[in-house]
């Protein structure tokens, strides 16, 4: 896995964009519309920022890949981990997949995507 074939799979989801607001290398992918937009994935050179249902489902990732996967600063505390390219591919597309959905549907019902499925 890397940063671009992350970056297009977040993309690739109904409402997804990207946007720069820290002025950061790469940027955050966002769900939603511009005023109410929500960040689902933090992309980096090495990994991404997801968010999990809680934090307790959050922590069997640091369980399952120590080393690989760590609790994001800041924000960690709301189940929020970087997960590294070092995890394999279809368990990190798993990751975004639940990000996203955790995210839209925290969403007002009038501001989710046109084409997403709960």
């Keep these: 896995m890397d940063v671009e074939r992350i970056q297009a799979h977040c993309l690739a989801k109904p409402g997804a964009w990207p946007d720069d607001p820290w002025g950061?290398?790469?940027?955050?992918?966002?769900?939603?519309?511009?005023?109410?937009?929500k960040i689902f994935a933090f992309l980096r050179e090495d990994g991404v920022?997801?968010?999990?249902?809680?934090?307790?489902?959050?922590?069997?990732?640091?369980d399952r890949h120590p080393?690989?996967?760590?609790?994001?600063?800041?924000?960690?505390?709301?189940?929020w981990n970087d997960?590294?390219?070092?995890i394999p591919d279809d368990?990190?597309?798993e990751a975004v997949d639940e990000s996203y959905r955790l995210v839209v549907e925290g969403l007002p019902r009038k501001h989710r995507p046109d084409g997403w499925d709960a």
């Design 24 to 37: 950061h290398e790469h940027p955050v992918i966002k769900v939603g519309s511009a005023d109410r937009a």
């Design 67 to 79: 080393g690989h996967a760590r609790v994001m600063a800041y924000i960690g505390r709301s189940g």
């Design 49 to 62: 920022g997801v968010k999990a249902g809680t934090r307790e489902v959050a922590d069997e990732w640091l």
């Design 83 to 86: 997960l590294s390219f070092e």
């Design 91 to 93: 368990e990190l597309l």
